[in-house]
């Protein structure tokens, strides 16, 4: 059904700081885009049927900018560690097994079952460096009903035998293999190209990957500036480059008319902030992550001022969970500390704010996705607040807030993507 209409308590973000609320009202799909939403509904849509979820929340669907598929099943694990240490102890090993397809498959449908059931509509999702294990990945996806970008990873050095590709020249050819073999078989799943970071990238890989996103007009995604560790890492592996996104930017992997979102973005030197803003690459900001693997806190105020686009990421397995509700409760704690122990003159995040960056923020990626604004794609959740136990007689803003802070999948009743409803059982 592309033709409808939902009725209830809608809340959708406008911009950073605005939140549009109807209550009782009226929210148009016509083929799958919104056409509107009203307090009475027009005339020209009464022939529509109505899903009457009066006294729910009818929001947009959430939009994940980064996560990692095959590091699902360690979800919670080596929290005690740095990055470093933990790729080493617990990812490398983890996505190594995804050459086996049976273990692949087993994983993946965990992880797709698990998102599909969650508020996230939207994913741009790292896999592993496994030609065969990716396609599956993007089977899986393509049948959920979600709309994701996904990556076949690249890596020819600094990682464990087992995992890292042989040469530039055998990461490339890999790579041209997956494109040529997910080409036209998808309407909702679509490639990028996924450099994992510098470190594991050599500089004849990256050239390459450059020359391949400008033959195939493909986005990029990354990791820049997570850790003060990796930073020193990649500054001496790369002593060309300015900064560490300078050393995306030379082989033409960094924004521009390349869409680029680079998860992290905690350690930004002056230099690199005024090249991801001048690129305008995206940030994929990853709180819980970044707390959990002591990384340090992103400057989400700064970027917010300075527009640069800032959406949020799950990074599932640094962050324990796929719902972008939980990053936004993160994000907001996370900038509390920014401002108390930083820089006390960058306001902690809002409400409103952290529900923009979890919707039309990390939207924007997508095109026209992330608001219910006339025009833009129909993703929405409709959502079941009245089940979370507490005050009642609450403002649509505060109930949202104890939605971004209390709710899980449970309270979720339906869910639509481009239009269409994605079973939830």
Same mark, same amino acid.
């Given at each position: 059904?592309?033709?409808?209409?939902?009725?209830?308590?809608?809340?959708?973000?406008?911009?950073?700081?605005?939140?549009?609320?109807?209550?009782?009202? #009226?929210?148009?799909?016509?083929?799958?885009?919104?056409?509107?939403? =009203? &307090?009475?509904?027009?005339?020209?849509?009464?022939?529509?049927?109505?899903?009457?979820?009066?006294?729910?929340?009818?929001? +947009?669907?959430?939009?994940?900018?980064?996560?990692?598929?095959?590091? =699902?099943?360690?979800?919670?694990?080596?929290?005690? !560690?740095?990055?470093?240490?933990?790729?080493?102890?617990?990812?490398?090993?983890?996505?190594?097994? #995804?050459? $086996?397809?049976?273990?692949?498959?087993?994983?993946?449908?965990?992880?797709?079952?698990?998102?599909?059931?969650?508020?996230? @509509?939207?994913?741009?999702? =790292?896999?592993?460096?496994?030609?065969?294990?990716?396609?599956? !990945?993007?089977?899986?996806?393509?049948?959920?009903?979600? &709309?994701?970008?996904?990556?076949?990873?690249?890596?020819?050095?600094?990682?464990?035998?087992?995992?890292?590709?042989? $040469?530039?020249? @055998?990461?490339?050819?890999?790579?041209?293999?997956?494109?040529?073999?997910?080409?036209?078989? #998808?309407?909702?799943?679509?490639?990028?190209?996924?450099?994992?970071?510098?470190?594991?990238?050599?500089?004849?890989?990256?050239?390459?990957?450059?020359?391949?996103?400008?033959?195939?007009?493909?986005?990029?995604?990354?990791?820049?500036?997570?850790?003060?560790?990796?930073?020193?890492?990649?500054?001496?592996?790369?002593?060309?480059?300015?900064?560490?996104?300078?050393?995306?930017?030379?082989?033409?992997?960094?924004? /521009?008319?390349?869409?680029?979102?680079?998860?992290?973005? &905690?350690?930004?030197?002056?230099?690199?902030?005024?090249?991801?803003?001048?690129?305008?690459?995206?940030?994929?900001?990853? +709180?819980?992550?970044?707390?959990?693997?002591?990384?340090?806190?992103?400057?989400?105020?700064?970027?917010?001022?300075?527009?640069?686009?800032?959406?949020? /990421?799950?990074?599932?397995?640094?962050?324990?969970?796929?719902?972008?509700?939980r990053a936004m409760e993160d994000?907001?704690?996370?900038?509390?500390?920014?401002?108390?122990?930083?820089?006390?003159?960058?306001?902690? !995040? @809002? !409400?409103?704010?952290?529900?923009?960056?979890?919707t039309l923020g990390g939207g924007?990626?997508?095109?026209?996705?992330?608001?219910?604004? +006339?025009?833009?794609?129909?993703?929405?959740?409709?959502?079941?607040?009245?089940?979370?136990?507490?005050?009642?007689?609450?403002?649509?803003?505060?109930?949202?807030?104890?939605?971004?802070?209390?709710?899980?999948?449970?309270?979720?009743?339906?869910?639509?993507?481009? /239009?269409?409803?994605?079973?939830?059982?």
């Amino acid at each position: 059904m592309h033709n409808f209409i939902l009725k209830g308590d809608i809340c959708y973000s406008t911009a950073p700081t605005s939140l549009e609320i109807f209550e009782g009202g #009226y929210l148009v799909c016509l083929d799958g885009t919104c056409a509107g939403v =009203f &307090v009475d509904l027009p005339e020209q849509y009464r022939d529509l049927s109505v899903i009457d979820c009066s006294g729910q929340l009818i929001v +947009p669907g959430l939009v994940d900018l980064h996560v990692h598929a095959p590091q =699902f099943p360690f979800r919670s694990l080596g929290m005690d !560690l740095e990055l470093i240490c933990w790729l080493n102890t617990h990812t490398f090993p983890e996505e190594a097994k #995804y050459m $086996d397809l049976a273990y692949a498959a087993s994983a993946y449908r965990a992880f797709v079952d698990d998102v599909r059931r969650g508020p996230n @509509t939207r994913a741009v999702i =790292f896999a592993t460096r496994h030609v065969p294990a990716t396609a599956l !990945l993007m089977d899986l996806l393509e049948a959920s009903g979600l &709309v994701t970008m996904v990556g076949k990873v690249n890596m020819d050095r600094h990682a464990p035998p087992d995992l890292v590709e042989i $040469d530039a020249a @055998t990461s490339l050819a890999d790579t041209r293999a997956w494109l040529a073999e997910v080409a036209g078989r #998808y309407q909702r799943v679509s490639p990028i190209l996924t450099p994992r970071f510098i470190p594991a990238c050599s500089d004849a890989l990256m050239a390459g990957l450059g020359e391949i996103q400008r033959e195939f007009g493909l986005p990029v995604q990354s990791h820049l500036s997570e850790n003060p560790a990796e930073v020193d890492w990649v500054m001496g592996l790369r002593p060309d480059a300015e900064s560490y996104g300078h050393a995306y930017y030379k082989n033409g992997l960094f924004g /521009g008319s390349v869409p680029t979102v680079m998860a992290h973005c &905690v350690w930004p030197s002056a230099g690199e902030f005024a090249l991801m803003k001048r690129q305008k690459v995206w940030v994929a900001h990853c +709180p819980q992550s970044n707390t959990n693997l002591a990384s340090g806190i992103a400057p989400v105020r700064r970027y917010l001022e300075a527009e640069i686009p800032v959406g949020l /990421g799950s990074d599932v397995a640094a962050g324990a969970h796929t719902s972008i509700f939980r990053a936004m409760e993160d994000a907001i704690g996370a900038s509390k500390l920014y401002w108390r122990l930083v820089d006390s003159d960058a306001a902690p !995040l @809002t !409400l409103a704010e952290a529900f923009y960056l979890g919707t039309l923020g990390g939207g924007r990626f997508f095109g026209a996705v992330g608001s219910f604004l +006339p025009g833009f794609e129909f993703d929405a959740l409709v959502i079941d607040d009245a089940v979370i136990p507490g005050r009642v007689g609450l403002s649509i803003p505060d109930r949202l807030a104890r939605v971004a802070h209390l709710s899980d999948a449970r309270q979720i009743r339906r869910k639509f993507v481009r /239009g269409i409803e994605i079973g939830l059982e």
